[in-house]
Nanobody, 124 residues
Framework: QLQLVESGGGSVQAGGSLSLSCVGSSDTFRSYCIAWFHQPPGEERNEVAAITTSGGTTYYADSVKGRFTISRDNAKKAVYLQMNSLKPEDTGRYFC?????????????????WGQGTQVTVSS
């Protein structure tokens, strides 16, 4: 069973940057689309970015387009989320998840397993 571990969260002021990492526990990591989800306090979890197995195609929620960049390094079994120009509304817990479908194309993305999340706090 592929396990995912996120890191890189923290507290920053509005306009700042953070870089999140999601590392997989096995080589099967490279065979799954991976997505990042954002869960604001008291709200539902929503996808903000996704990346296909090769890294050749990426998807972004409108709220983060132009500010966040998702990338992956399959040799390191890692997916990254570079977050720039952070806003207070970006505050929340960020989770990475793998798609349910082996070699799936990210659309639709149906989470198969989750990491434990990492907290991001953006102050105004």
């Amino acid at each position: 069973q592929l396990q995912l571990v996120e890191s890189g969260g923290g507290s920053v002021q509005a306009g700042g940057s953070l870089s999140l990492s999601c590392v997989g526990s096995s080589d099967t990591f490279r065979s799954y689309c991976i997505a990042w989800f954002h869960q604001p306090p008291g709200e539902e979890r929503n996808e903000v970015a996704a990346i296909t197995t090769s890294g050749g195609t990426t998807y972004y929620a409108d709220s983060v387009k132009g500010r966040f960049t998702i990338s992956r390094d399959n040799a390191k079994k890692a997916v990254y989320l570079q977050m720039n120009s952070l806003k207070p509304e970006d505050t929340g817990r960020y989770f990475c998840a793998r798609d349910s479908y082996w070699m799936g194309g990210c659309r639709p993305f149906r989470p198969g397993s989750w990491g434990q999340g990492t907290q991001v706090t953006v102050s105004s």
